[in-house]
């Protein structure tokens, strides 16, 4: 007898809001958010999430809704999932959950997806100082592939995937999140060191009941007040895997994550259609609402036979993961190198920040003579399947970092060659122009005096 269709564990429905689905989602992590739902080892169960927004982004033509985005809400998870094998036992902290995806994608009806720059004074981005207006570009799937009336010229396939798989953390773990990320957010201008060229702020998102989520937990009970207090926001990964934002996690790709509480107390969501390495719009992958199909294992004590922490104490350690055979294959690239010398030419000693920013920095301003405005290959470059490379980290004073494009997401050749650059895209979809909002704060904009107009 073949295999069953995949159980459905957690559906949604689009019409209704996060906290309003059976069973609601929830959008921290703490070990006392209810399980609200229960798989055994071994088991093929389906989970579907809503995008990371809870559906406040909508498919028009206008950013307002993405300057105007509560990001006290993201990110809506699916789950918790309680783990237990084949008779029935919990597993334990101390274990490794391996969880494989063996299938993934957008939900039926829903083929369309995001990507955004956030107002600078909201949310921010790699580039931040750069481009600090609120922009968004809409995506449409056709099949595996995707385009933007956004964004004219670009059709690629998408190599989807959760942007956000997690366990949840023990009691001891969370308040190691907290105490440290506490000491960033409130010392950390005046006692450490900061790459000088990121000016994305807060320094950490601390724990706030603003906007808080906690699934089957009654909003405004005691309960729920102390929860609120403790639990840590889901925007950093940290050691129970959490946002990674790993692009190649798509179908084949398994996670050993790390189990802190009895069931591990798996989540997921944040579904992205296509990310480039580093998602540095920030709000960079093409975010969409999808489902995932996915089977569980349970090593016994797999953190001690495994996993080395590097830390203090046992609980600093991290996933691993295990990439699947299924990708795009691309056998051209564009490779843009950056070098720890930024946009003023102050040199910097091998950062690799710097390094990597001036990477993306010299692709955007390259590609814009093709017909781009910056803002379009800023979110083109943070959502196509591009590839970011640390190349070198030891030969001082420059660290140097990568940007690889695959030449075949665009319907022109974007090589250098003799003769005149293209004057642009020769595929165009009724280009509407990019939704854009203004920078209405005062913080200073970066320039580079040599760029391109």
């Not at 829903?110 to 100082?129: K, M, P, S």
């Not at 639990?231 to 802190?260: H, M, Q, W």
């Not at 003023?344 to 003579?369: C, E, F, M, P, T």
Request: net charge negative.
């Amino acid at each position: 007898m073949g295999p069953s269709t995949p159980r459905l564990i957690i559906p949604v429905d689009l019409k209704k809001k996060p906290w309003q689905q059976n069973p609601p989602l929830h959008n921290r992590w703490h070990p006392d958010i209810p399980a609200a739902a229960e798989v055994k080892t071994g088991e093929l169960f389906r989970v579907e999430m809503v995008d990371w927004t809870g559906g406040t982004i909508s498919d028009n033509h206008s950013a307002n809704d993405v300057k105007t985005l509560d990001l006290s809400v993201v990110h809506y998870l699916s789950g918790p999932i309680r783990v237990v094998d084949a008779d029935g036992n919990l597993a334990r902290p101390g274990d490794l959950l391996a969880v494989e995806i063996c299938n993934l994608g957008p939900l039926p009806g829903d083929e369309w997806g995001f990507t955004a720059i956030f107002d600078r004074e909201n949310g921010g981005g790699f580039l931040t100082d750069h481009f600090p207006c609120a922009t968004k570009a809409i995506w449409y799937f056709e099949g595996i592939y995707a385009y933007s009336p956004h964004i004219p010229g670009v059709r690629f396939p998408g190599l989807t995937h959760p942007g956000i798989v997690g366990t949840a953390p023990s009691m001891e773990l969370l308040n190691i999140w907290n105490e440290r990320e506490k000491e960033l957010e409130e010392t950390g201008l005046q006692t450490l060191k900061l790459c000088e060229v990121l000016h994305s702020r807060p320094l950490a998102n601390l724990p706030s009941t603003k906007g808080c989520v906690l699934g089957k937990i009654k909003e405004g009970s005691p309960e729920w007040e102390k929860i609120a207090r403790e639990a840590a926001r889901t925007i950093p990964g940290r050691e129970n895997g959490g946002n990674c934002d790993i692009k190649n996690l798509s179908r084949g790709s398994k996670v050993y994550l790390p189990v802190f509480v009895d069931g591990a107390n798996l989540s997921t969501g944040d579904m992205h259609f296509s990310q480039g390495d580093g998602e540095v719009a920030f709000c960079g992958a093409i975010e969409m609402s999808g489902f995932l199909e996915l089977k569980c294992e349970i090593i016994r004590d797999g953190m001690k036979k495994y996993l080395t922490p590097m830390g203090p104490t046992r609980l600093h350690v991290n996933p691993i993961f295990e990439i699947g055979p299924v990708e795009p294959r691309f056998s051209e690239w564009l490779v843009f190198e950056g070098i720890s010398v930024d946009e003023s030419g102050r040199q910097h000693y091998l950062d690799a920040s710097v390094a990597y920013k001036r990477a993306v920095l010299n692709a955007i301003d390259y590609l814009s003579r093709f017909g781009y405005s910056k803002e379009q290959v800023y979110l083109l470059l943070s959502c196509c399947p591009c590839e970011g490379r640390i190349s070198g980290i030891v030969d001082s004073p420059n660290a140097v970092a990568t940007l690889a494009i695959p030449i075949a997401i665009f319907d022109q050749d974007i090589r250098p060659k003799i003769g005149s650059v293209p004057t642009g895209p020769r595929l165009v979809r009724n280009n509407p122009g990019l939704p854009q909002c203004t920078y209405d704060g005062n913080l200073p904009i970066t320039k580079n005096p040599s760029a391109s107009i």
